[in-house]
Structures are given as C-alpha cells and as structure tokens.
C-alpha cells in the first residue's frame, strides 16, 4: 500500500515536470537572455533589450494588431454561428447538415490560408471572375483582400475556421439550456422575436460562451501559419514578428525576440486573469443574489 | 426562400475550399484572366507515385510523425489521468494542462529552440516528435481526465470484489470502456501533429519535410498545383474519418473538452 503511494506520488510529480518543466525552461531561458544573462553576445545584466523592445512602437503596434484581429474574427464568427443556430434549429437533427458543418473543422490553418490565397488575391478565382464578369478591368482593379493593411485575409481565414466551430457549440449551449422552452414562453408571453432574442437568447448563449470566445480570441492572436502567408510585415502579427526576430541572422535581435515573446505572454496572461476575475465576480454576484 | 438561401450560402462557402483545390490539384497554366486552369490533368497527381517524390515523401513522414505522437500522448495521458484522477487537487492538474495551448505553441517552439540545440534534438525526428508531444500530452490529459468517473471505478472495484486481478480487470473492464474516449483522444493527438506547421518548423529547421512544411514551399516556389495535392491530402485522414465515423467528435475547444 505505502509502495503504491510513493508510486501514485512519483508520477505526479513526473507529471508535473512533463507539463511545467518544458514551459518554465523555456521561460526561464528567455528572461535571461532578454537580461542579458546568457546568450552568445551576453555582457551581463543589463535592461537595454527590454528598453528597447518597450518603447518598440512596432512590437505593441503588432500585440494591438493582433489583438483588433483576433476580436474582429472572434465577434464575427459568434454572430455568423448565432444567426445560423437560431435561423436553422430544426436542420441540425439532418444528418448532411451536421456532416457538413464539420467539413472545415477538417482544415489545417495552412490549407485554409493558401485557399483564401488562392481564392480572395488579386490574381485570384474572385478577381477572376470579376474580371470575365466585367467588374474590374485589369488585375490592380480588385481590392487588396489578402497580404492587406487591415488583416482581411487573416480575419476571412480565422472566420472561415472558427465560425463552424462555434456553430456547433453553441447549438450545444441551445440544447443544453433548452433555449427552445424558454422563447416559446417568452412568446407565448407576448414578447416579440426580436425582444425573445435580445432578452432571452442573446443573454444565456452570451453568458454561457464567453469564456470560449475569450480562449479564442487568445488562440487566434497566438496564430503563425495564417498571418505568414496572408500577412504582411507592416503591420505584422505578434508570433510571427517574434519568429522573425528570433530566426534572423542578426544576433543582436535574439534578446529582443526573447523580450517580446515575454511582453506577449505577459498580455495573455492579463487578458486570462481579467476575463477570469470578472467569472468569478460575475459568480459571486449570483451566489450573493 | 430564406432558408434556402442560408443553405445554398452555407454549402458553398464550406465546400467551394475543397472544390478550389480539387480544380487546382489537377489543373496545368493557371494564367490571368483565365477563371479556370487551361489544361485539366492527372500529371501532376502521378508525381505523386514517383519514387522520389517529395510530397510522398512528406506523406510518409507526416505519417509517421502523428502516429508515433499520437500514441505516445494517449498512452502516456491515459496512465497520468488515471494517476491524477484520484488526487484532491485534480482540477488544479487539468488547469496546468491548459497552459500550452494558452501560451501559444509557436511562441514555446522559440523558447524551447535553444534546449533542442543544446540536446541535439534540433533538425531531427525525435526533436520534432517530443515537442509536438509536449503539445499534445495535454490536450490528451485533458480529454482522458473525464473518462475517471466515480462509475468507472465502481465497476473496476466490483471486478475486485468478484476475484478479478488488476490485469484482467484492465483487460476486460476498463480497456473496453475506455475505447471510443482513446479513439477520441488518439485523433484528436494525431490531428494537432498532422496540422502543425510552426512547431515543427521551428524545432524541425526546415529539415523535417511533413506536409504542412510542404504546402508552405510549394507556395514558395510558386507551385500552387503541387501545394493543392499536398492540401488535398491533408485533409484526406480528416475527411475519411468524418465521413465513416460520426461518433467521433471535433473538439477543438478546451471548454468543451473538459
């Protein structure tokens, strides 16, 4: 008995090294380096790197850009998966609907990307047709969609994945509360559609979704595939400026690098922390009532 | 009518992605302002068979890596939940787990660059392979850890108390039950691996030419035909797997897993 609870004991701890270790190393490794502690070019402490990078205008310029595109696909997404749950309740229980609003949920971000590429660029399928449908009259015509100022092929590709996803889980949400009761009382009621949505369903999927919608909004900021081939270097998005800066023949900038993955950590975490305290008073508010 | 609309809508902007790449996989001379490509053949699909082909090539190792990262993240995630489960502190494990995919793998595929080096584990298979496990042995606990019920240990003790050994229990008991959720979580392990491009990239240097790497050079290079097929096949285990087993859910979410 006492044997199997030093094993029970070892492997937590062996767990625990398996998850936080790697993480921690890492961690660790690139506080120094941005301290100037370690690295090949060290010269002992010093807080020059992480002056730099703070007053980087660029570096805060890509942790905003990624943030504004990250929330932008976030929002549309939820409000394309709403409109389709609430429009299309009864398809669900179809079995080619349901199939098919798995299909995106099969793409890679890289695949996803080279289709928006292939699909929304200048010399595109779209253009194209615009093109032989006499829109535009020469390729410069078509709107700049992809490898854009604003990030639309980012957030077209972030949406393009996202959306289904939400779909699904919030008809789950809708099943679960059973919203369905609930707005056939409202109206049984006398309330409108519109106001059942705005005082009944909005709140309930709102509520019980906002957690997820905040994870994503944290995963799509933390997205490199799509933005390396649908972005652009100004304005750039966080990871793979923090790539780039990493990658790049010039020693010097590794610290920086190592400064900006920690400032954009740094933002994640207060974005978890913030959306976690207004959970937790948002619960203590309930328990209190 | 408008419901009709959403569905027309809906189709095509969920299946136009694979039609795109289909028409691309076997199109040759794709020039403005052509609307499709000038010449429709399977030449560029049978390079495919060559022997040295690189995207079978890829294939092959893309295969390789997700099964083997696949297997090792369900084994080892099984063993660990079933260690955690019965701990006082178990939520606080399965938050922990939640800290990967938080910090976002490519940003660890830089912090974890300098430790690959210095193990010698950079531009190698087995680099490649511990870290996308790192990824995905979470994601796995995460999954298996709801799978450890008071029910499944109730079970498991009335084979105990019948005369059953900690073997045939597990043989016959446990391992049956906890099919369709290792099904589940082997999937899922394989799809994070089989999707990745920035960790392997980065652990990988662009010596360890999976599929996703593939599609990104063929980009380079301008081949958008090869980089269809090589997105084609991508998609393919996916695909295949929603087609014949329904049961077997996407969940991308962390919420939604737990």
């Known amino acids: ?289 | 009518m408008l419901k009709r609309t959403i569905h027309l809508v809906l189709i095509t902007l969920i299946l136009l992605p694979i039609l795109v790449l289909m028409m691309l996989s076997f199109g040759e001379q794709w020039i403005f302002p052509d609307v499709f490509p000038q010449n429709f053949n399977t030449k560029t699909w049978l390079k495919l068979f060559s022997s040295d082909s690189e995207i079978s090539k890829s294939l092959g190792l893309s295969v390789l890596i997700s099964l083997s990262v696949a297997f090792l993240s369900t084994l080892m995630a099984f063993v660990f939940s079933k260690v955690i489960s019965t701990s006082k502190y178990k939520n606080q494990y399965i938050k922990l787990a939640y800290l990967p995919y938080i910090l976002s793998p490519v940003v660890l595929g830089v912090l974890w660059h300098y430790f690959a080096v210095v193990l010698k584990l950079n531009a190698s298979f087995f680099g490649v392979v511990l870290a996308q496990f790192l990824i995905c042995f979470p994601f796995g606990f995460i999954i298996l850890s709801s799978f450890w019920s008071r029910h499944i240990y109730d079970i498991q003790n009335l084979s105990f108390t019948l005369g059953a050994s900690t073997y045939f229990s597990f043989k016959r008991i446990i391992f049956p039950l906890a099919k369709p959720i290792l099904g589940l979580c082997f999937f899922q392990c394989f799809l994070i691996s089989w999707f990745d491009y920035g960790l392997t990239q980065l652990i990988g240097g662009g010596q360890i030419k999976t599929l996703t790497l593939s599609v990104f050079n063929f980009i380079k290079e301008a081949n958008i035909f090869l980089a269809a097929i090589a997105s084609l096949l991508l998609l393919f285990p996916p695909l295949l797997l929603l087609f014949f087993n329904k049961k077997i859910k996407f969940k991308r979410s962390l919420i939604n897993t737990h």
């Not at chain 1, 060290?42 to 570096?59: I, M, N, P, R, V």
Request: proline letters at 3%; glycine letters at 4%; aromatic letters at 16%.
């Open chain 1, 1 to 289: 008995m006492n044997l199997k609870f030093t094993y029970t004991k070892l492997l937590r701890v062996i767990f625990l090294m398996l998850i936080l270790l790697p993480t921690l190393a890492g961690f660790t490794y690139a506080l120094l380096y941005s301290f100037g502690l370690t690295g090949l070019l060290s010269e002992g402490f010093t807080l020059k790197h992480w002056t730099e990078t703070l007053s980087d205008f660029y570096a805060w310029k890509s942790i905003g850009f990624s943030l504004m595109i990250a929330m932008i696909s976030v929002f549309i997404s939820f409000w394309i998966s709403l409109f389709l749950v609430l429009k299309l309740t009864k398809d669900f229980q179809k079995k080619w609907f349901h199939r098919l609003i798995f299909v995106p949920l099969c793409f890679p971000a890289t695949v996803m990307a080279l289709y928006v590429l292939q699909t929304f660029s200048k010399s595109g399928f779209f253009s194209r047709i615009s093109y032989q449908l006499g829109f535009i009259d020469q390729i410069e015509s078509f709107p700049e969609l992809t490898n854009d100022a604003y990030g639309i092929g980012i957030m077209l590709t972030s949406v393009l994945m996202v959306f289904p996803f939400f779909t699904i889980y919030i008809k789950n949400i809708f099943d679960a509360e059973k919203l369905n009761e609930y707005q056939q009382l409202s109206q049984s009621l006398g309330a409108s559609s519109l106001q059942t949505f705005w005082k009944i369903s909005l709140p309930i999927l709102w509520r019980k979704s906002k957690l997820t919608l905040m994870l994503y909004i944290i995963f799509v900021m933390g997205s490199y595939e799509v933005p390396l081939l649908l972005g652009r270097q100004n304005p750039q998005m966080i990871t793979p400026r923090i790539v780039d800066k990493a990658q790049r023949f010039n020693l010097q900038d590794i610290p920086q690098a190592y400064a900006m993955a920690l400032m954009y950590l740094g933002v994640v975490l207060i974005l978890i922390l913030v959306t976690s305290a207004s959970f937790v008073q948002f619960f203590k508010r309930k328990s209190d009532a």
